[in-house]
């Protein structure tokens, strides 16, 4: 009787087992419960197993230096001047480097930095130089030194620090001694049907904590409890601007401009424009109405090297691998999308505590008179895991909630008439919760628009200068998104047709409530 991994030669081919519970799942059961788990298998195995129950890493924290303008600038007297700024946070800010305005492009010579001034040469390049307003940032973008320059000073990146926890999950099987002897008379295995239902109990549950897990410390029964922080849970902690609600009619448009950031962050070059989508039939059946509404190219059927089948939807910034995930479809979140970076995560167990299948009892009912008896009528057997999740990037990764509806983007003729939905308080300016925000949207006098917020169906009838405005109370979510619905009688292409609201976030995870489409 075998105990390596989880599956007994009862249940398959010497040639079929392997080391990896994942692997074993994922061979056997591809587009089962736990395809994550699954897929986890092929993930290349970097480091080594944790030595401790808590888990600590490092994450790189990519920037590019910049500052904010803190008192406005008069314009340059001339090409060469020396002025110094005011700005916000000048730590990255180091002599020799060029800084470009954001609002005018004119480019800045950096020749001294004190605290939070910084001396720069004005018109460093052919832009003029026009005032700068305070709340510009200036950007850096490279280095500019004479010949036998002295050696800049360095600029570390910096890094930020996260840790997890390690969980143990538990699994067990028994069939009775009677059970057992009327199944064997009858020719049925009921041993090796439990004992598969077990396993894949036992991956749906290492799943399911590996996505919504929450970090929890404390004692039952005298004795030491732990579960560890999920997917969802690093990304609200490390990323809350990548939690977002879908509008209520979800176009091509509002989906690129939201799922754009997560490709900023690169950890594997190979792939770096590929991530995975997790959705449940909702999300799938509305990602699919929009595909087809965009023709084949951008939404088409496939299988990748994990060896599970998914659909392939495209953006400008890169490509996402879509499959339903069969345990959304029971969870109350209707319509939720979770986008995966899998190369800036790991599942690592404990040394010593990689997946372990132990028996008890088991030559019970045996005719050779060699029977264990732990006192229990019955033979079983338990699966014991003990691992944690690290996940090195959380800003490569996204959940997107409320996805049921798709709109029509584009479908509007190129015209002479233009317009645009706006916010009074944008991103990345913050709102608290449960406040109110303003919604403006310009376009066609008299023109009636449609627009979609995270809860409905918004109409706006635009004034005689063609302006039109409607109030909305946002919640606890991260962010809300409004996107004009586009009609093609009406001629008019919206740009920009997606706005954005960002809430403050407390200490704490806000929990999910359930979702109607």
Sequence with gaps: MSTLGIFNTSNFAPTQMTPSFASVIHENYPNGTAPLL???SRIPKAGSPVTAIKHSWYMKNF???????SVQVAPSAGQGTLTTIDVTEADSIIEGMVLMVESTYEQLLVQGVSGNKVTVRRQAGSTPGRAIAAGTKLYAIGTAFEESSLRPLPIGQSYSSADNITQIFRNSWAVSGTAAAIALQVGQSQVATSLKEAAMLHARDIEMSMIFGEKYEGTLKGQPLRKMSGIKSFIETYAPQNVMQAPKYLTYDALEE????MFNIVTDNMNSNDRLLFTDNHGMAALSKLGRSLGTRDYTGGETQFGMKFNSFQTSHGT????????????PMKGMMMFLDLSSMELKHLQG???DYKEFNPNANSSSGIAQDNGIDAKGGTYTSEVTLEVHAPSANAIIYGVCEIGCSPCVPVTNDSGSITVDKPCPQQVEPNSTVTV???GKAGATVQVATPTALQSVTLDASGVGTFNYNVGDMPNYYFAIVADPSSQTVYQPALAAVCVKQGCEPKPQTEQEC
């Design 320 to 331: 996402f691998q879509v499959m339903t995930h069969p345990l959304f479809n029971t969870l």
């Design 38 to 40: 699954g897929i986890s």
């Design 353 to 355: 505590r990689d997946t």
């Design 440 to 442: 403006t949207v310009k």
């Design 63 to 69: 920037f590019l230096p910049n500052c904010t303008v």
């Design 258 to 261: 939201m799922t754009a950031p």
